[in-house]
């Protein structure tokens, strides 16, 4: 089951990146920091990511929003969600929720469920020139107590939002 719910969760992924227009417009935020937990399904306190953030407009004022995340010990995750940009002068406020595929680096951790995950944060930037700002942000990644091997992981990270 949880092979089949991975493999449709991946496929929800590429339809839903591949509706993207070649006109729109969006950003990417480029991310380093520290796990800020020790009991954590990862063995180590690096975190570095991508997010894809384009610019379209879901419903209710929702963006979509598509990640990759690698932690120091070799975990690794993919994720999708959606988020919504708060803009006030040269802060924004993006709170943003989603799933993610996560695979733990641990060694000896060989896990058949820990594979579905949520991630939920919020990143403040704070607008350099019309193509950059610099952000803080924070996000936790769990399965929500589905099954004993949640990620349960808190990340703290400075990021880089560069608009194209």
């Known amino acids: 089951m949880t092979r089949l719910t991975t493999s449709l969760l991946i496929a929800a992924l590429v339809a839903a990146a591949g509706t993207a227009s ?3 417009r969006g950003s990417w935020l480029i991310s380093g920091g520290m796990v800020n937990d020790t009991t954590a399904l990862v063995g180590s ?5 991508v997010d894809y953030l384009p ?3 879901l419903f209710w004022g929702l963006q979509p ?6 932690f120091g010990d070799g975990g690794v995750y993919i994720t999708a969600g959606l988020r919504k940009d708060f803009r006030w002068n040269k802060i924004t406020l993006t709170p943003h929720t989603g799933t993610a595929l996560f695979e733990s680096g641990q060694n000896g951790a060989n896990f058949d469920d820990e594979t579905i995950q949520f991630r939920t944060g919020l990143d403040v930037g704070l ?3 019309d ?3 610099v952000s803080l942000g924070y996000f936790h990644m769990s399965n929500a107590g589905l099954t004993r091997a949640s990620a349960d992981v808190d990340v703290l990270r400075l990021g880089l939002r560069i608009r194209y």
């Open 22 to 24: 070649a006109e729109s």
């Open 45 to 49: 306190r690096n975190h570095w990511s």
């Open 55 to 57: 610019d379209r407009e």
């Open 65 to 70: 929003l598509y990640g990759v995340g690698v």
């Open 127 to 129: 607008q350099l020139n």
């Open 131 to 133: 193509r950059l700002d």
